[in-house]
């Protein structure tokens, strides 16, 4: 499987932007795809998930409310709709999937077997 994300960029305080993850490959074989981020000086951390099929979404406390994450079968894309953007949401943001159908594990970095490559987001105050 491989995944390409994009979407980065510099926003000011309460600006929006929208990441995409496009993957190709195994399609069939990815479950969940995940957006996760790591800030300067900070280990990955989860931020969404989305599971393929039902499109059931899991978010991180922190972000819930302000991201959403959605999936376009036809275009084998994962977005992340970001809105109300802080200074504390700068970060690289990457895409993963996984064929883990156990949500308990879907916030877990260890899950996802496939990574894409990460996209800056920076948030200006």
């Known amino acids: 499987v491989q995944l390409q994300a994009s979407g980065g960029g510099l926003v000011q305080t309460g600006g929006s932007l929208t990441l995409s993850c496009v993957f190709s490959?195994?399609?069939?074989?990815?479950?969940?795809m995940g957006w996760f981020r790591q800030r300067p000086g900070k280990e990955r951390e989860f931020v969404a998930a989305?599971?393929?099929?039902?499109?059931?979404?899991f978010y991180a406390d922190s972000v819930k409310g302000r991201f959403a994450i959605s999936r376009d079968s036809a275009k084998n894309t994962v977005y992340l709709q970001m809105n109300s953007l802080e200074p504390e949401d700068t970060a690289v943001y990457s895409c993963?999937?996984?064929?883990?159908?156990?949500?308990?594990?879907?916030?877990?970095?260890?899950?996802?077997?496939?990574w894409g490559q990460g996209t800056q987001v920076t948030v200006s105050s």
């Open positions: 993963g999937s996984s064929e883990n159908r156990d949500e308990y594990y879907y916030r877990l970095v260890y899950t996802y077997d496939f």
């Open positions: 989305v599971t393929w099929n039902a499109g059931r979404t």
């Open positions: 490959g195994r399609t069939f074989s990815s479950i969940v």
